[in-house]
Every structure is written in structure tokens, then in C-alpha cells.
Nanobody, 123 residues
Framework: QVQLVESGGGLVQAGGSLRLSCAASGRTFSSYVMAWFRQAPGKEREFVAT????????YYADSVKGRFTISRDNAKNTVYLQMNSLKPEDTGIYYCAATRRWPTYASSEYDSWGQGTQVTVSS
């Protein structure tokens, strides 16, 4: 398994932007498919975006398509989530996750998780 640490969350007004980062430990980062999930208060954890090993293929949840961009830098063992045009409904804890399966959107398919970073979007 790989160890994951998220950062970059915070409080932002609707329409604003945030960039989340997820740093991974170990030398095998490039062998993992990476993803972002989020969990709002009182709701189940939901898929946000995923990126394949090379970064050339990505998938997004319909709710964030066109506003969020997932990317990765294998030299830095880091995956990013650029979030633009944020809405109050984007509020939640954002988690970074890793798997060796592609593509997959189910949280049960992911083997490693970070501790999460809080994103709050005010109206």
C-alpha cells in the first residue's frame, strides 16, 4: 500500500477556486491509479475524479465535469485536484485514494486512503 497525505483545503466563497494536493510515499506511485472522493455531512462518500497511471486518461463525476481537473506528477509522487467555479454543494471532506484497477469509481475498489482535507464553500 501507499501512504497518502492531502492538503490545500479551506474556506472559499462560491465561484472561487481551490487546488488540492495529495502526496504519496514510496517508489511505486506511478503504478497506482489515483482518485479523489468527497463526503458531505450526513451523506455517503462519493466519487469525484480518477486518473490513470500515466495521467493521460481521466474520468469525472457529472457534478464536477467542466469545473474540476485532476492531474498527477509522477516525478513528485503527487496528484492534484484543481477546483474552479466552486458551489456550496461542493462542501465536504475530500479524500485521495489509490488502486491498481482501471477504471473504477467504487470506493470499495480503492486500497489506500488519505486522512482527508476539509473544503467549505460559502454562498
Amino acid at each position: 500500500q501507499v501512504q497518502l497525505v492531502e492538503s490545500g483545503g479551506g474556506l472559499v466563497q462560491a465561484g472561487g477556486s481551490l487546488r488540492l494536493s495529495c502526496a504519496a510515499s514510496g517508489r511505486t506511485f506511478s503504478s497506482y491509479v489515483m482518485a479523489w472522493f468527497r463526503q458531505a455531512p450526513g451523506k455517503e462518500r462519493e466519487f469525484v475524479a480518477t486518473i490513470n497511471w500515466t495521467g493521460k486518461s481521466t474520468y469525472y463525476a457529472d457534478s464536477v465535469k467542466g469545473r474540476f481537473t485532476i492531474s498527477r506528477d509522477n516525478a513528485k509522487n503527487t496528484v492534484y485536484l484543481q477546483m474552479n467555479s466552486l458551489k456550496p454543494e461542493d462542501t465536504g471532506i475530500y479524500y485521495c485514494a489509490a488502486t491498481r484497477r482501471w477504471p473504477t469509481y467504487a470506493s470499495s475498489e480503492y486500497d489506500s486512503w488519505g486522512q482527508g482535507t476539509q473544503v467549505t464553500v460559502s454562498s
